[in-house]
C-alpha cells in the first residue's frame, strides 16, 4: 500500500499571512490539527499545529485587557509561528515507511509531494484506519493473538487449518513476540465459531495469548 493511495486532497492549507486567531478558528471548522504552509504562489513553505497557535496565545494569568490581547494577536500571523523545517514524502513511499519518518520524526502528518508541488498530505489518523483495516476490526468474527515459532510455514499451517473449517481471515497482523524465536500473529476469523477456532489452532502454536468475539464496530 502506497501513500498515494491512501493520502487525503485535495489539501487544506493556510497561507504565511493569516493571524493566528483566523488559522485557529478554521481549524476547528475543518476539524483538523495541522495546516500546511503555502506563499501567495501556492508554495510550500512551513506547517503550523493546533498547539502553535494555541501557544502563541496569551496565558490566561496576562494582565492584558481583552482588546490588547485581541489587537496583538491580529498581528502575529501563521509565519511567526509556523514550523518551516517540514518533512515531506511521496505518493510512490509505502505508507509503513511513512509511518515510520513520522514515529521517528515526532510529527503527526506528511505533506505528500510530487517535485515541488504538494499534491496531498498523509496524517497519522490516515495511518489509524489503515490499522483498523488490516486488522479487520469493523468486521464481525473470532478475534486470535496467538505466539507461534518464528520459521517459515507457520503462518501457512495456520491458514490451512483455518481453512479447513470454512473460517474466513479478515483481518490480519504480526508482532515480536516474547523471544527473538517467537512471533505474535493477530488473526481476525469470519464464518467460525471461537471454541471450534480454538481447537484447531492449539496445535499449532506456542500458546493462545488472547481469544474473543467481536461485533463490527460499525
Do not use: C
Not at 499545529?49 to 492584558?64: H, K, V
Amino acid at each position: 500500500m502506497l501513500v498515494g493511495e491512501r493520502m487525503s486532497h485535495p489539501v487544506l492549507t493556510v497561507t504565511v499571512d493569516v493571524p493566528v486567531q483566523d488559522a485557529l478558528a478554521s481549524m476547528k471548522k475543518d476539524r483538523v490539527s495541522q495546516y500546511p504552509v503555502v506563499d501567495k504562489n501556492g508554495k510550500l513553505v512551513g506547517i503550523v499545529t493546533d498547539n502553535d497557535l494555541i501557544n502563541a496565545s496569551p496565558s490566561e494569568a496576562t494582565t492584558l485587557s481583552v482588546w490588547e490581547i485581541s489587537y496583538l494577536l491580529s498581528k502575529i500571523t501563521v509565519e511567526r509561528v509556523m514550523t518551516s523545517k517540514v518533512v515531506t514524502t511521496t505518493a510512490d513511499t509505502t505508507v509503513e515507511k511513512a509511518a515510520s519518518i513520522m514515529a521517528d520524526a515526532h510529527i503527526s502528518s506528511l505533506p505528500v509531494m510530487q517535485g515541488d508541488r504538494m499534491v496531498g498530505i498523509i496524517t497519522e489518523s490516515d495511518l489509524f484506519r489503515i490499522l483498523l483495516e488490516m486488522l479487520g476490526a469493523r468486521v464481525p468474527g473470532v478475534r486470535l493473538t496467538a505466539e507461534v515459532v518464528d520459521k517459515p510455514g507457520k503462518l501457512f499451517e495456520l491458514a490451512g487449518a483455518i481453512h479447513s473449517l470454512g473460517g474466513n481471515i479478515v483481518g490480519m497482523g504480526a508482532i515480536q513476540g516474547e523471544s527473538t524465536s517467537t512471533r505474535l500473529l493477530i488473526l481476525k476469523v469470519a464464518d467460525v465459531k471461537l471454541e471450534t477456532l480454538k481447537q484447531a489452532v492449539l496445535p499449532l502454536v506456542e500458546k493462545i495469548i488472547d481469544l474473543r468475539e467481536e461485533k463490527s464496530t460499525l
